[in-house]
């Protein structure tokens, strides 16, 4: 009897090791972080505490920025605080348009004509919410034709799931339209930290993707280019991009970091402003990216020298829509306003037209800090 109950004893150890060890493989494969870059959590030797973390985010600094902090970064923060903040948010609708209905059975399929909607806060979170709404019922949708969807969307050689699901649930693989809009939302952030010292920071936040994913544009500029030095070091960008699995709705996260060291060729760096080239996250093994946002930022200091009275700023963000190879050299962002503000006045010019009729048409948000009354 005592040799039996040892037998079941074992029996059931191994058994509920094994449920455990599945469990732990489950969990293993819930949401994901992942990380690509130099990304740590101390940098140079500084360590940070959580108090002085929070106090970074306060001031508007990027987490991955602050999590690659030199000691000369970190130290020339240390008597920067929120002195006054400007942050202006524009949302847009983009309709494109293709060259023929079979669109979505290709990988980077041909833009014709571009068509740009600015929305309204509530517009745009209403469209959106939308949307999210049919994209879930797809994803929870275990009939065949939904099945189909799903693995047609694996192919490398179709379009995004997320990219043509619509307000009708599905796009064009069942209407057969020639025509998919995308959502997103540009965000220029102004933070005075010192009497002298500000913090650019733009944002572009894709709440559905665009069918083409390339090489895109993210710039900051301001219009006083003899009042304001930029500091080099300060120029830091990330793109965080979430994918999702079709078969299980499970998210993995990829984090991208852009600075000014290793990324050189990836930065447009003059006295009127600054761009970053982002090559739009694809998708990756099973998963299909369902969001995508793009950070860059860039710290100014005063000419005390000059009696400026305000501090124009703004973003702006371009879609490449068609394959047309390009570097930093083929562009520049420039601002032409004055005191009155920058409305307007922010442009990427290129050198090459057939550069400039790879994108879509420049996006734009605009702020304005009063230093002086």
């Known amino acids: 009897m005592t040799k039996m109950f040892l037998k079941k004893l074992l029996i059931c150890a191994v058994v509920f090791l094994i449920i455990v060890s599945s469990n732990n493989l489950v969990k293993a494969e819930t949401n994901e972080t992942q990380k690509e870059g130099n990304v740590n959590g101390v940098s140079d030797g500084v360590v940070i505490s959580d108090t002085e973390r929070n106090r970074l985010k306060e001031l508007g600094y990027i987490d991955d920025y602050i999590n690659n ?13 929120v002195l006054d903040t400007q942050v202006v948010t524009e949302f847009i609708k983009t309709t494109e ?6 669109w979505v059975n290709e990988e980077n399929p041909e833009v014709i004509d571009t068509e740009q909607e600015i929305l309204t806060q509530a517009e745009f979170n209403e469209e959106v919410s939308e949307l999210k709404e049919n994209t879930q019922e797809i994803l929870e949708d275990d009939s065949k034709a939904a099945q189909s969807i799903k693995q047609k969307a694996l192919s490398n050689d179709s ?11 599905l796009a064009s693989s069942t209407t057969g339209t020639n025509s998919n809009s995308n959502y997103k939302k540009l965000t220029i952030t102004i933070k005075k930290l010192t009497s ?4 650019l920071t733009a944002k572009m936040d894709w709440k559905k993707v665009p069918a083409n994913r390339l090489k895109d544009i993210i710039s900051v500029a301001w219009d006083s280019t003899d009042d304001y030095n930029y500091i080099l070091s300060s120029l830091y960008g990330t793109q965080v991009a979430t994918g999702v699995n079709p078969w299980n709705g ?31 996250k694809d998708d990756w093994d099973v998963y299909e990216v369902q969001d995508i946002v793009q ?11 000059w009696n400026t009275k305000w501090l124009n700023a703004g973003a702006v963000y371009m879609h490449q829509t068609k394959n047309v190879s390009f570097g930093v050299d083929s562009f520049s962002i420039g601002a032409t306003g004055g005191t009155s503000g920058v409305d307007g006045s922010l442009e990427i010019s290129f050198k090459a037209p057939e550069v400039k009729k790879s994108f879509d048409t420049q996006f ?9 009354w």
């Open 196 to 199: 002298n010292t500000f913090l």
């Open 159 to 169: 379009v995004s799931l997320f990219a043509v699901a619509d307000d009708g649930g």
């Open 295 to 305: 950070t860059m930022q860039v710290k100014l200091e005063k000419d005390t020298t």
């Open 69 to 81: 902090m030199t000691e000369e970064q970190y130290n020339a923060t240390k008597e920067e605080a």
């Open 97 to 102: 348009y293709f060259e023929d209905e079979n």
């Open 364 to 372: 734009k948000a605009y702020a304005q800090l009063r230093l002086k």
């Open 250 to 280: 499970k998210k993995k996260v990829i984090t991208y970091t852009y600075d000014r060291v290793n990324e050189a060729n990836l930065w447009d760096v003059n006295k009127t402003g600054i761009s970053l080239v982002q090559n739009l």
